[in-house]
């Protein structure tokens, strides 16, 4: 499930028949209305640097051709915001990100564009690292079965030529203890000096 998927499966879906809402809740915004097209990756995932699994996210972004007008119309900034009043209540909470973005001049509606694009392009980026992860594991996996193969028949090649040297070498005895008995038996007639 990709992460607009998400958002409508968490967001939309209808309240479930035991719970009673205390007051009629406004009918949300639907999400297309708000956020913009689905984001797609300007480069190859394998590009983006994540040393040790830790993503730059700024340059997954910019692939992403995110770019906020303003540095405190951002995604990051209204969960700054929502750190700050985090010991308050829930609804107090939304109510205070809400004033504070008021504040600001800054629409919610951008706000929630921003973290759609945002998480669709981590979305977009999870997905492209996991399919180059399988493929690489694949490759990788068929490479270690050509050379535990190759070992293998490395390994018979080496039980082969032993068992023909010890074939020749007891062959070979058998032979020169024969030519050393005729020598013996030839030698055994001759006088003695």
């Known amino acids: 499930m990709g992460f607009r998927d ?67 119309a951002t995604a990051e900034k209204a969960m700054e915001l929502r750190a700050n009043f985090s010991s308050l209540p829930q609804s107090t909470q939304v109510s205070s990100v809400e004033a504070a973005l008021k504040t600001f001049g800054i629409a919610e509606p951008t706000i929630v564009a921003d973290a759609v694009a945002k998480g669709e392009a981590i979305d977009a980026y999870l997905m492209a690292t996991q399919t180059q992860t399988k493929e690489t594991v694949e490759r990788i996996g068929a490479e270690i079965t050509a050379l535990n193969e190759q070992i293998e028949a490395k390994k018979q090649a080496l039980q082969d030529r032993t068992a023909f040297q010890d074939a020749v070498n007891r062959r070979c005895h058998e032979e020169m203890a024969k030519y050393a008995d005729l020598i013996r038996f030839l030698a055994s007639n001759d006088p003695q000096p």
């Open 6 to 72: 998400t958002l409508h499966h968490l967001l939309f879906q209808p309240p479930s028949p035991t719970e009673e809402p205390l007051t009629e809740p406004e009918p949300p915004v639907p999400l297309e209305a708000v956020a913009g097209p689905p984001v797609t990756l300007s480069k190859p995932a394998a590009e983006i640097p994540a040393p040790q699994g830790e993503v730059e996210f700024a340059e997954l972004f910019t692939s992403a051709g995110i770019v906020s007008a303003s540095p405190f």
